[in-house]
């Protein structure tokens, strides 16, 4: 009887040993490769003449979306939906800043069931798979090349905001402590997944954004994925995510059974 | 594996480097190719085109030159080899219209071409490249229109956008008259002293006006001809300072037909800046012109419009003047002498910069902007836009299904073709652009005045729809706060009211009324958003203000070379002994205002910019001022001189415009006297002084000594002097200096002469003398002279051949020297001729009765007395009162020796 609790707490033991290496293991498993798209920040010019010009470039892990970012000086410029395969800043001007605000346009992939790839996804579509539990599970990286720097953030919250809602969110630039902690509140609020990813007034953030129909023609709502830029020595391992309560409101869409959007009106 | 991959990229770009590449289109016609655009955008700037291509433009004093340069052609100019253009067509215009255009009177061949040097060939090719000269003659504006070579009118419009003409624009031509028909001047150039052409110190070779039969008391040959003097007599280097200090050549004073023997040329050149110009205002009150400022008016809430500082004129003036003054005077103690000084200025000036014409303001429409609260900034979103929902909603009730979607993104966005991250042009702008050129937009804007923005109280941008046009009020107008304008005028929505929505966006992107959003009007969606005007009639006031303003400008511009209102003053002066007399006059007073003695001829000669007459003679400035000696006054009887003003006939007999000496005056300048009279006597074998006689009895001492040469350092007081200052254009400063030179003692020796005819002392104390008639002057030793023709001592001042030779006077009729030998001839036979009578007069108890009723006295004048040099009397009492009956004619007063009352050959 000795011998075979020994024995079994050996085999605990050992057992715990393997699980914690494995853990450990995973731990250190690179999930995300940066691809420089420095050199294509220089090579694109998009609608020069117009106004527009190529600030940086944007990767979301998982979609298509590996695009140009381009910015107008004028902040009441139209970026027309024929305009295909890039995104625009939000920023006030072209440096990087603590708090990078992408938006993209989503005209094909409005349904309430979006679409995880399609062959007429040449925009934001694609941003709509963070809707996905098991898509955001796998993919957790955003990288973002500006002022000819490469920068990798890790998702830490996707959720739902009235389009009117984003306006809050655009000044300043480089936020402060103060504006950090608002933000994480709200995201915190609209998140519909629990990321496992620690974020402080110390984070610098990225914030995407695309228009979605999910709720209903009649409530124009904004579909948002933010992200932390990774820490000093932080390596590219899956965070663990859970849905949150606010998944069940996008369940409730699927299922049919939604009578009530006003959370989302 | 990633060395192969950088192995197919290099491959790749070497295989990339061989692909031809694409060109934009050119035009390839005639001797060359060209692009298009490259010189249609310049030509559309008049400015850019000259500095591509080194056009320089020089105005000359009677013609325009247009010169390229190669040298200062551009590097894309320079790469055009083959370039062609062509004059075509040459045409004068004397004003512009509302928009700044000339108006053009009349086109002139290509005959009118004067002067091609180089390379303007027989078809007015103009070939880049080279140095072309071009002297065209028009007045007062020429416009030369010049097109590329090669293009028909159709290929220029139909590939460039427009008829290609370059313009060049002349103004400030002098006016008609002023310059030849035709014309072969040729520069000439004047070198600095180290040998460098310097072309502002080109000068034109003035006998070419002469040879064309122009005439050289005009105005340009006039000017060439001082300026050109002036140039050479300074070494052909720098203008002239506007202060001078003249002396007038002490071996000159023999003059004939010109006075004035003594001559000096200056010029002066300056370029300025007009702003500093005063104007004179309604008002009368005078401010300076400043710079050339126009009015935009931009932005809401300026009432007084954006002023924008657009410069001045650049304005260069010449001024060639001529001073002209007499030559020395010899003179003796109670004589009168003139001295006369003449300045003339002639300017010349040309515009050299005009300041920028006035463009029309850009348009922007303004468009809807709408804001949330709190947010402050506004950016599309990320989605379809309302008309796309719309379409959806009909579509699949807003399923958006794939078919749906599809379909209202042809039916939308009008293409689903894939568009590409380049070479998409179609954004705002561009619907705003459409918007302008729709009809609808263009009843509105052409329609009633109602139809603007305009401004609120609160500098708030406001649609005004106005009674016509929309039918409805906009939500930025006046009205219903659901309707933007903005979607009414799009042209793909059309003109209908949206339904369905309560509040739109400005970009399209659907609203709702309840989430608090406000909108205004903006510009913020045109490039140019500081500079752009809301509505079309707007710009255009803007800009006719504008080319009002320019136009007012530019004539400042050109009548800039006005008269100078500043007051030249001018003086002369003289001295006798230490005592000073200045005469001063102005150019405002036009009078003698020294002790009150005050005539309206002071200034001999007074023209041009100080003449009213010549006020309005804007194009040609000019100053004219001759001045001289008052005059003098001088009593009769006692030889009294005075310079303050005297009552006539009261004994005081003014001497006009001459200064007189008294009969004290002391000897001055005797150096110069001997040298005058030993040049004067030279070859005259009739001089008096020079006679045997005069030589045997008068000692070595009394004698004038002989001086053979003179330079102005043997001047021992320059007596004379006259002053102007600020004269004419450049406000010169002039001073002439001269002198008169008297010797009483005949001698520069102090010693006493024994002779006493040879008077060394008190000159004014002559002598009365009973004189044989048929031996006047006996001789030395009392023994009478053995025939008429003799001379024995030698006679005083006044009977010897000097007199006449030194007063110079041409009323003086008779010849003292001929007069004395003709008196010895008749002696006393003179009475024994009724011929040799002067008067007749029988003295009757009546007539002695009337003598002595007149009152008069001894010394009673009541006639008239005319003086030149020599006085003579006419007496009223021997011709009304007594009654003579032979009396001399009033012509001949002044002869010494009448026969039958009239002055005879030997006088």
Known sequence: MRFKTKYLIISCLLIIFVVGISFLLSKEKSHYQIESRLSNVLATKIDVDNGFHTIGWIRVQGTNIDYPIIRSDDVHANFPVQLESFSWSLNHDDQYHNHIILMGHNIFNLSATPKSHDERFHRFEELMNFVYYDFVKDNQFIQLTIDGKEYLYRVFAVGFLNESDLYSLLSPDDYSKKDLNQYYQLMDDINIYNYDVDVNENDDIITLSTCTRLFGDGYKTGFYVSGRLLRKEESTYLSSVRKSKKYQEVEKIWKGDVTDNEDYA | ?907
């Open chain 2, 1 to 907: 594996m990633k060395i192969m991959h950088k192995k197919i990229i290099i491959l790749l770009l070497l295989l990339m480097a061989f692909i031809p590449r694409t060109v934009s289109a050119t035009i390839k016609k005639g001797n060359g190719s060209e692009t298009c655009t490259n010189y249609i955008k310049d030509m559309d700037d008049g400015t850019g085109f000259i500095s591509k291509y080194g056009i320089s433009l020089q105005t000359k004093q009677d013609k325009f030159v247009l010169k390229i340069t190669k040298s200062k052609m551009s590097a894309a100019a320079k790469k055009e080899k083959d370039v062609k253009f062509k004059i075509v067509k040459i045409a004068t215009f004397s004003q512009y219209d509302d928009y700044d255009n000339p108006i053009f009177d009349s086109e002139i061949t290509s005959a009118k071409v004067i002067k091609n040097d180089y390379i303007l060939s027989n078809d007015n090719a103009l070939v880049p490249g080279g140095t072309l000269n071009v002297k065209l003659i028009a007045k007062p504006g020429v416009a030369i229109f010049i097109e590329p070579d090669g293009f028909s009118d159709s290929e220029l419009t139909k590939k460039c956008g427009s008829k290609a003409y370059f313009t060049v624009l002349f103004t400030g031509f002098p006016a008609e008259g002023d310059i030849p028909e035709t014309d072969d001047v040729t520069d000439k150039e004047i070198k600095s002293p180290d040998g460098d052409d310097i072309s502002s110190k080109k000068i034109i070779d003035c006998n070419n006006y002469k040879n064309k039969g122009w005439s050289t008391s005009g105005f340009n040959y006039q000017f060439c001809d001082v300026k050109t003097k002036a140039i050479q007599a300074n070494g052909g280097e720098k203008s002239n300072s506007v202060t001078q200090k003249l002396k007038c050549d002490v071996t000159k004073w023999n003059y004939t037909s010109d006075y004035y023997v003594n001559k000096t040329y200056l010029w002066k050149t300056k370029t300025k800046n007009i702003k500093n110009e005063k104007v004179t205002n309604e008002d009368g009150t005078e401010q300076k012109l400043g710079n050339l400022v126009y009015y935009y008016n931009y932005t809401c809430g300026n009432k007084n419009g954006d002023p924008q500082n657009v410069g001045s004129c650049k304005l260069t003036c010449e001024e060639a003047v001529i001073v002209e003054y007499g030559p020395p005077i010899a003179s003796k103690a109670g004589l009168c002498f003139e001295y006369k000084v003449k300045v003339t200025s002639r300017v010349s000036c040309g515009v050299d910069q005009y300041p920028p014409k006035p463009t029309r303001g850009k348009l922007c429409t303004p468009s809807p902007q709408c804001t949330v609260p709190g947010s402050g900034i506004v950016h599309t979103q990320g989605g379809p836009n309302e008309d796309f929902d719309a379409c959806i909603q009909s579509c699949d009730g807003g399923s958006y299904s794939d078919k749906c979607s599809n379909f209202c993104y042809q039916k939308v966005y009008g293409d689903s073709s894939v568009k590409k991250t380049s070479g998409y042009e179609l954004n705002y702008a561009d619907k705003l652009n459409s918007v302008v050129n729709s009809s609808t937009v263009e009843q509105v804007r052409n329609g009633a005045t109602t139809h603007e923005y305009y401004c609120d109280s609160n500098n708030n941008i406001i649609w005004n729809t106005g009674p016509t046009g929309l039918s409805r009020d906009s939500s930025m107008g006046r009205g219903n706060p659901n309707d933007p304008r903005w979607h009414r005028e799009h042209s793909s929505w059309g003109i209908s009211p949206m339904s369905g929505y309560q509040c739109y966006s400005a970009t399209g992107i659907p609203r709702r009324c309840n989430c608090g959003e406000t909108c205004t009007w903006t510009k913020g969606s045109c490039s140019s958003v500081t500079k752009s005007y809301m509505n079309p009639g707007e710009a255009t006031d803007a800009y006719n203000d504008n080319v009002d303003r320019y136009n007012n400008y530019v004539k400042y511009c050109n009548r800039a070379a006005t008269c100078t209102t500043t007051t030249a003053t001018f003086t002369i002066s003289t001295s006798v002994g230490k005592t000073k007399y200045t005469f001063p006059y102005s150019t405002d007073a036009d009078q003698l205002q020294y002790k009150g003695l005050k005539t309206k001829k002071t200034i001999l000669s007074n023209k041009g910019c100080y003449s009213s007459d010549d006020s309005e003679d804007l194009s040609h400035e000019w100053y004219l001022a001759e001045w001289s000696f008052p005059g003098t006054f001088i009593h009769n009887k006692t030889g009294e001189i005075s310079y303050e003003n005297k009552i006539e006939n009261s004994g005081w007999q003014k001497v006009d415009k001459k200064f007189c000496l008294p009969l004290n005056a002391p000897s001055v300048n005797q150096k110069w006297w001997n040298y005058y009279y030993t040049k004067e006597s030279s070859g005259s074998k009739t001089y008096s002084f020079e006679t045997t006689e005069y030589k045997d009895n008068c000692p070595q001492t009394c004698r004038f000594t002989t001086v053979s040469s003179i330079a102005p350092g043997d001047i021992s007081k320059w007596n004379i002097n006259a002053v102007t200052k600020k004269f004419g254009h450049y406000g010169w400063n002039i001073t002439i200096s001269c002198f008169y030179a008297l010797n009483n003692n005949v001698t520069l020796t102090t010693k006493k002469c024994t002779v006493p005819e040879c008077k060394t002392s008190n000159p004014q104390a002559y002598r009365i003398r009973s004189v044989d008639l048929g031996n006047l002057f006996p001789n030395p030793d009392g023994s009478s002279i053995s025939n008429y023709t003799e001379i024995g001592r030698a006679p005083g001042f006044n009977w010897s051949s000097s007199a006449k030779n030194t007063v110079k006077d041409p009323k003086l009729k008779s010849n003292a020297s001929t007069y004395a030998k003709a008196v010895q001839k008749k002696a006393d036979k003179v009475y024994n001729s009724s011929s040799e009578l002067d008067y007749h007069i029988y003295l009757t108890k009546d007539i002695i009765k009337k003598i002595k009723s007149t009152g008069q006295n001894y010394t009673s004048y009541s006639g008239s007395t005319s003086i030149t040099n020599v006085s003579h009397y006419q007496s009223d009492l021997i011709r009304n009162v007594i009654g003579a009956t032979e009396i001399p004619q009033p012509g001949d007063l002044q002869c010494n020796n009448l026969l039958n009352r009239k002055c005879s050959t030997n006088k």
